[in-house]
């Protein structure tokens, strides 16, 4: 749908003294980033990572050599390209493809925006923000969402909010 890179994790702080850096995963799990040695688009190349065991991961960036350079990664999100990825099978989306999306209800009525997308376990879940700025979420099920393109989401109008 997109041709801009996908966020696989961010830098949320230095490890040790070494350079290593703590990351938050965005993907299923570190296993997710083990294929990948290069990041933002060159700019950082991956030469270990192992799991932090609390659900995130630390990792050692060749060009990260001390705590201080550790630092400054701070809040630096970890992407790669779309050619970089497995290629997805029909049906399947990155959460990133629907952010930013219009949202319409079946009748035409446009609703918002998508502003996150998550899952809890049982299915996908888009929040929406309205314009006022509040939000509320769809599961995004045949029932609630019977389609979407690449500029915008349809939602069965029972279940805006």
Same mark, same amino acid.
């Given at each position: ?30 296993? !997710?980033?083990? $294929? ?47 050619? !970089?990825? $497995? ?51 769809? $599961? ?5 969402? $019977? ?15």
């Amino acid at each position: 749908m997109s041709d801009k890179p996908l966020t696989l994790a961010a830098v949320t702080g230095a490890h040790g003294v070494t350079g290593e850096v703590r990351l938050k995963l965005f993907g299923e799990g570190v296993d !997710a980033l083990k $294929p990948h040695t290069s990041f933002n688009e060159g700019m950082l190349t991956l030469t270990k990572i192992r799991s932090d065991n609390k659900g995130g991961a630390i990792a050692r960036f060749a060009e990260v050599t001390s705590r201080t350079a550790a630092e400054q990664l701070r809040g630096t999100a970890l992407s790669v390209s779309r050619d !970089a990825l $497995p290629a997805l099978d029909e049906g399947e989306f990155y959460f990133s493809d629907l952010i930013g999306l219009t949202v319409v209800t079946d009748a035409g009525e446009r609703v918002g925006r998508i502003c996150a997308v998550e899952n809890y376990g049982a299915t996908d879940i888009a929040e929406i923000e309205k314009p006022d700025g509040k939000t509320f979420m769809v $599961p995004l099920t045949e029932q609630a969402v $019977p389609s979407w393109d690449s500029e915008t989401l349809t939602v069965n109008a029972d279940f805006v909010d």
